[in-house]
Every structure is written in C-alpha cells, then in structure tokens.
C-alpha cells in the first residue's frame, strides 16, 4: 500500500500537512473501473509519446509482480514499445480531468507466461460477449504487453472547494 502525502503544490494553495489527502482506495476504484487510460512514454532522448489505451489494473497475486500494476497490450513495433525498451519510465492516466489520477513507474515488456492474469481481466472488461474471449485472447497474445510497476501517483479533484484541500500524492 503505498504512503500519502502532499504534492509540493503551495503556489495552489495545497498544504503540506497530510490531513484531508485521498485514500488510495479512491485512486484504486478510478484505476480499476476507467475504460480508456493516456499512457505516456519518452524516447532514450526524451521525446514525449502520449496515446489513449485500453488496459486494466491489477491489485495483488492478479498483478503477477505482487502489489499493484497496470498492463495494457499494443503492436510488438509500436512506439510506446519502442520507447519502453530505450526508457523504462512511463506515466499512466484515466481519462478523468475532474476527479484525475496519474500514476508514474517503471514500464517493462511482460514475458509470455505471465500475461494470464492480464487476459483474465481485460476480456471480460472490454468484450462482455464470451464468444470473442478466444479470438480476443489470441490478438492480444500475438502484441506486445507491457506492465507499468508503480513508484508514484497523484490524485487530484478539480473541484475549487477540492482542489488543495484534496491534492495528494502516494509514494511507493
């Protein structure tokens, strides 16, 4: 579970005290139930690379790693693996501008014998219908899958009677 604390925020008004910070179960519950996430990747030179996907958050022996983790699949020749492989840093985002989480870690390429997990989750996530499950497992077997282990996140409500009094960030 990672640690609250405040994000060095002052000029908005942010406290550093970490009373009234957000429990990570509201950024878990974000994570787990957004259907599109921003994933931010930056080349070995730091050119950044930000495109919507689809993925899932897995909490426990589901993230395979232990912990928390996010896991999302793309073309083997993607840019975003291309990336990965050059600068393992990455940042992670529900599409949720009012009540935003951000998550920042270290990304990898998962090996094919522990994407099961994955898969388990993502089916029934973004194809309700079982008879794709086999077609869908098998595309997102033959792409690349990448998990983002988390170092830090941040939660913010942009709300005005929220906003600094809500800021938070967890460190792992």
Known sequence: MPRAERPRMAAYGVPTDPEGTLPWEWARQRLVRNRNYWVVTASAAGRPHALPVWGVWLTGGEAGEGGESFWFSCAPDAQKVRNIRANPQATVAVEDTVECVSVQGR???????????????????????????????AFLRSHAVVALRPERAFGIVEREDEFAARATRWVW
């Open 107 to 137: 990304a990898r390429l998962a090996a094919p014998d522990e994407i099961d997990p994955m898969i388990a989750a993502y089916l029934p996530k973004y194809w309700p219908d079982e008879d794709a499950h086999e077609q869908m497992a």
